[in-house]
């Protein structure tokens, strides 16, 4: 069965740090686009950040720009998200994501991890 679990998330006061990582089971995703969106309450799921297979390619949201950074291990089978100088507004439900390609629409991702809570304190 594939699973996709994302850790890490916590409660951060404003300006400090948090390392997300999904780590993945059931098959491998070294040749899968990677990606992660947020959903705050009462809004809809946000793009973040994707990579592509080869960890060569990179894509951020404007709001996130300088602040956050995706990366993987294809030999660990897990993506990571490192989110710097976190802001109030960062506060969401973070969730990784996979598919072929790169893409910043939620709806084209296939597989999806369960979320992980980030509470950002001002």
């Known amino acids: 069965q594939v699973q996709l679990v994302e850790s890490g998330g916590g409660l951060v006061q404003a300006g400090g740090s948090l390392r997300l990582s999904c780590a993945a089971s059931?098959?491998?995703?070294?040749?899968?686009?990677r990606a992660w969106f947020r959903q705050a309450p009462g809004k809809e799921r946000e793009f973040v950040a994707h990579i592509a297979w080869s960890g060569g390619s990179t894509y951020y949201t404007e709001s996130v720009k300088g602040r956050f950074t995706i990366s993987r291990d294809n030999a660990k089978n897990t993506v990571y998200l490192q989110m710097n100088s976190l802001k109030p507004e960062d506060t969401a439900v973070y969730y990784c994501?996979?598919?072929?390609?790169?893409?910043?629409?939620?709806?084209?991702?296939?597989?999806w991890g369960q979320g992980t809570q980030v509470t950002v304190s001002s």
């Open positions: 994501a996979a598919r072929p390609q790169v893409s910043v629409h939620a709806a084209q991702y296939g597989y």
């Open positions: 059931g098959r491998t995703f070294s040749s899968y686009a």
